[in-house]
């Protein structure tokens, strides 16, 4: 059993259509991380969210971290064949700064 | 520009050879993790370190070994390779604290075992 619970797994949509994805957890959390991975590289940081209700906006990319601090959304806006890759959300569950990772949702924009 | 840097993109190596994955970062993080990442299980912690000459389990060490002989780098063993130990590896590091600085991952090694 995964830690981080990310949904969907798979998303593929049209270019400029808006989507959601999930990260959710049983455990409460200091914080969480969202990054980006494309093939062949290693992820790269989007974003923390570290009050719970907090919400950080990326341009077109909009991060919520629930109330509770137990769950976490990334919704896009207008996605473009540029947003394609593998979103992971990341927690450290023991405050002590090794991160775990959820396994991830691929997401495929089309033009 | 700062960088992690693993020494290989792609190894193939035989069932049972010992093999070294190496990592080394310019950034002067005192914080370096291994993972392994497959397909539908994300990434999983394999061994990390906060520190020269420290290392700490992770949550699948089983198989694995690491060595840090000085800040920067940061060696990830398999003693003795096997099938299952075919994945793409991860290395990361960041500066201490506790969670809200982001991980600066390398390239990644994608490792098959024959």
């Known amino acids: 059993t995964q830690l981080l619970e990310q949904s969907p797994q798979f998303l593929s949509i049209q270019e400029g259509e808006n989507l959601t994805v999930y990260c959710n957890s049983s455990s409460v959390f200091s914080s969480l991380q969202w990054y980006r991975q494309e093939p062949g590289e290693g992820p790269v940081l989007l974003v923390t969210?570290?009050?719970?209700?907090e919400v950080k906006k990326l341009k077109r990319l909009t991060f919520q971290f629930g109330d509770a601090r137990k769950d976490s959304s990334l919704h896009i806006t207008a996605a473009q064949p540029g947003d394609t890759g593998l979103y992971l959300c990341?927690?450290?569950?023991?405050?002590?700064?090794?991160?775990?990772f959820g396994a991830g949702t691929r997401l495929t924009v089309k033009p | 520009d700062v960088k992690v840097t693993q020494s290989s993109r792609y190894l193939v190596k035989r069932t049972g050879e010992k093999v070294f994955l190496e990592c080394v970062q310019d950034m002067d993080h005192e914080n370096m993790f291994w993972y392994r990442q497959d397909p539908g299980l994300g990434l999983r912690l394999i061994y990390f370190?906060?520190?020269?000459?420290?290392?700490e389990k992770g949550d699948i060490p089983e198989g694995y070994s690491v060595s840090r002989e000085k800040k920067e780098r940061f060696s990830l063993i398999l003693e003795s390779a096997s099938t299952n130990q075919t994945s793409m590896y991860l290395c990361?590091?960041?500066?201490?604290?506790?969670?809200?600085?982001?991980?600066?991952f390398g390239s990644g090694t994608r490792l098959t075992v024959v």
């Open positions: 370190s906060y520190d020269v000459k420290m290392k």
């Open positions: 969210v570290v009050t719970g209700g």
């Open positions: 990361a590091s960041t500066p201490p604290g506790q969670g809200n600085y982001g991980y600066t």
């Open positions: 990341a927690g450290d569950p023991y405050n002590n700064n090794d991160m775990r």
